[in-house]
């Protein structure tokens, strides 16, 4: 018994091992401040090519630069990357005030896609804190691998390792499955909303830029979205990912 214990006990830290080494690391944050500092010194272009190299190549932002992006698209009247950063901003922080400017910028009063559910409310709050709660479980898990091992020989039943199986799924769950939905601007002009992944489908709405779709798959050159209550499907050349 105490030999089966030993080889299940390994097989389960070389697990976390690797579910370990699968964390998301933290992106430097240097080039973000110097990029801050720019743009507090009033130099905006030059902040503003170190924003987009960051997030089109890295990846990586934070609330305030999607909010400075925004400022300055405005300034150069590029009034649809505008709503594009602002769109990216709400994902992060949704907030009535952020409608009203890409209402204004897109010059449309009935904007879909920028309601939010408490499911989606709660999906954000655990998406927020997913490097804690991941964190948490797994700190979990080691202690129950440690008293597993400290208690290995009155551990004679499947029961004693249920808390360490339940923090290890919690843990590869929290850590791999954890996201917010998958959003996208509308940003073609105008941009046909589909009941049918084809052109021959039946046209379900036309719209203009602006409106902010959840995509939930990808097919040929259509996604599938969600447009109000109902499943549609866009062009993916016509909208712009989140």
Not at 1 to 10: P, S
Not at 37 to 43: A, E, N, T, Y
Request: charged residues 20%; contains cysteine; aromatic residues 14%.
């Amino acid at each position: 018994m105490q030999n089966l214990n030993r080889i299940f006990l390994t097989k389960l830290l070389i697990f976390f091992i690797a579910l370990m080494q699968s964390f998301n690391c933290q992106a430097d944050t240097s080039r973000l401040n110097l990029a801050d500092s720019l743009f507090g010194q009033q130099s905006y272009q030059e902040a503003y090519v170190i924003y987009q190299d960051l997030l089109e190549n890295e990846g990586a932002f934070s609330p305030a630069m999607l909010l400075k992006m925004a400022f300055v698209a405005e300034g150069k009247g590029d009034f649809s990357m505008a709503s594009y950063y602002l769109a990216k901003y709400y994902d992060q922080n949704p907030n009535p005030r952020v409608i009203t400017k890409i209402k204004t910028l897109t010059e449309q009063g009935n904007l879909k896609g920028y309601e939010v559910s408490d499911w989606e409310r709660l999906i954000k709050f655990l998406t927020d804190f997913q490097s804690e709660i991941t964190g948490l479980f797994s700190f979990l898990l080691v202690v129950s691998l440690i008293l597993l091992f400290i208690y290995r020989k009155k551990a004679d039943h499947t029961k004693y390792y249920l808390p360490t199986l339940l923090f290890l799924i919690l843990a590869f769950i929290s850590n791999n499955f954890l996201s917010e939905p998958n959003t996208a601007i509308v940003t073609g002009t105008p941009t046909l909303i589909m009941d049918q992944p084809t052109a021959g489908g039946k046209l379900l709405d036309v719209v203009d830029p602006g409106h902010r779709v959840v995509v939930k798959s990808s097919k040929d050159i259509w996604y599938e979205v969600k447009w109000g209550e109902r499943k549609a499907y866009v062009k993916k050349e016509h909208v712009t990912r989140l």
